[in-house]
């Protein structure tokens, strides 16, 4: 582990952001955009030295020079050309290049040397992180306790134990240094100022995809490149996460929806960012062209699985498979099913968590949808499904997502996998069901006695659900039938 702390020292992060953000260069963005001035935007990235790639097109910020379409600058605080500050034209070329890789790139070419944060270095906060590595299979891990031990970089710090436990660094001959700068970049591709889709969510999916992993439906049969795409695909799947969903990429003609014709925009995108870094970082370079290739394309095949609005596709693929028991775990694209099956269910697990964290999920992923809903508000667009704060509660988009789309999906998982833990995590969902039905039926506080007694009751239980798989039944009519299915992007 001292060479783990090396790394640590040596390639702590920077901050850099994402090639689709919103902050506060959007105040620039919309002035430029106002004023026509894409030429502003290609001067820019003319200075930049852009790394081209031949063949293939990965996604990155550099491939981008008409940025100045953003959807980000829907964003905006304010109203149209209102600004002193953005016409400023130094303060708009700092900003503008604040939210580039550039920025860090450039810094780096100057060899102006990286911040170093100390903290990260605290032995007791690295010791109680290592310690929660021992138990990094269970499904109580707390990612977010993790999270703050590991100073925000739970990301890479669990992939980075994952892929070294199953001994994948020796098999595939990794550079520890280009393992390390790629896992770097990923969890900095993450926008941290998202509530749901950020870094923490992919070291949770990291986490659960593990779990699942270690199924032993899975786990006697996958191949170790099996086990690395599948690692690799749950720590990338939501790369560069813009933070709002599909139907509001395509409303406001962003350039991916374009790029990507409206289908699977945010999934293509997710990949063709992996792939960006794993070619920059030239990850697998060491390997054969052809196998390369085939990694690349695979990681897509996974990642793309998890776009929810063709979930119905792969369940009844699924589902057949099992009616027919015909699911062959030699045959090469079968194992590959299976594991866009686990990543899938590892990407929507938050209602199979214990209650305290998938509470805390639940609260996040709403949060994000109420933002993209004052955003739509603000510039009159019409409101997404669940995005409106004032028709929305966290419990009512919850019950709907189970009901529609967790509990399918968890109930063939379990089907398939057989396990104690598949049947512990239908328990846990149809608990938290149960809790969100009995909060959102409490009347306004009243009695102070009675909340305790319904709401926490089911918290309690929900903590230490045993794997009875009790799925309690709930008032679920709680316009559920609001709920679309597909609606929630992951
Ligand atoms: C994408 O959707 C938008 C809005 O519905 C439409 O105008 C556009 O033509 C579509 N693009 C493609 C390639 O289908
Ligand atoms: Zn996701």
Redesign the pocket.
């Known amino acids: 582990m001292g060479f783990f702390l090396f790394l640590l020292f040596f390639f702590s992060p920077v901050q850099r952001r994402g090639a689709i953000s919103y902050d506060s260069s959007d105040q620039t963005a919309l002035y430029i955009r106002m004023l026509g001035a894409c030429v502003v935007f290609k001067q820019l990235f003319a200075n930049v030295r852009v790394r081209s790639q031949v063949g293939f097109e990965p996604e990155r910020r550099s491939s981008h020079p008409y940025l100045c379409i953003d959807f980000r600058t829907l964003h905006t605080r304010l109203g149209c050309g209102s600004t002193s500050a953005s016409s400023d034209p130094e303060r708009r070329v700092h900003r503008l290049l604040s939210f580039q890789r550039y920025l860090h790139s450039s810094r780096l070419l100057r060899g102006v040397p990286q911040q170093i944060p100390l903290h990260i270095l605290d032995e007791d906060y690295t010791g109680q992180a290592r310690c929660m590595l021992e138990k990094v299979g269970n499904w109580n891990f707390d990612i977010f306790l993790f999270d703050r031990l590991t100073n925000g970089n739970s990301l890479i710090t669990l992939t980075f134990h994952l892929l070294n436990q199953y001994g994948l660094v020796e098999l595939f001959q990794l550079d520890m240094v280009k393992l390390w700068r790629f896992l770097v970049m990923v969890q900095e591709d993450y926008h941290s100022d998202n509530p749901y889709h950020n870094a923490v969510h992919a070291a949770d999916v990291t986490q659960a995809m593990y779990c699942y992993l270690r199924e032993p439906m899975l786990a006697k049969s996958l191949t170790s490149k099996d086990i690395l795409l599948g690692l690799l695909a749950a720590a990338t799947h939501d790369l560069d996460h813009p933070g709002v969903n599909q139907p509001f990429l395509?409303?406001t003609?962003h350039y991916l929806?374009?790029l990507y014709?409206?289908?699977s925009v945010l999934e293509n995108h997710h990949w063709k960012s992996a792939v960006g870094l794993l070619r920059e970082t030239g990850l697998f370079s060491h390997l054969p062209a052809e196998d390369r290739l085939n990694m690349e394309r695979d990681l897509g095949s996974l990642i793309l699985a998890t776009d929810i609005s063709r979930q119905n596709d792969y369940l009844s693929r699924f589902r057949l498979h099992l009616d027919q028991e015909n699911l062959c775990m030699s045959t090469a694209s079968h194992r590959h099913f299976v594991l866009q099956m686990a990543l899938k269910c590892a990407d929507i697990c938050n209602p199979c968590r214990p209650w305290e964290l998938s509470k805390q999920w639940s609260e996040k992923v709403t949060e994000e949808f109420f933002q993209q809903g004052d955003i739509e508000k603000k510039h009159k667009l019409e409101v997404s499904p669940l995005c409106d704060r004032e028709m929305n509660t966290v419990g009512n988009i919850q019950i709907g997502f189970m009901t529609y789309v967790a509990e399918p999906l968890f109930a063939e998982w379990a089907r398939f996998c057989d396990t104690r833990l598949s049947q512990t995590m239908l328990g846990h969902m149809g608990l938290n069901k149960a809790s969100w039905g009995g909060l959102q039926q409490e009347p306004a506080p009243v009695s102070e006695e009675a909340q305790p007694s319904t709401a926490c009751a089911d918290t309690g239980d929900a903590a230490t659900a045993p794997s009875d798989g009790s799925t309690a039944t709930t008032a679920g009519g709680t316009s559920s039938k609001e709920i679309p299915q597909g609606s929630r992007e992951s």
Do not use: L, S, Y
């Open positions: 395509i409303k003609d929806a374009t014709r409206n289908t």
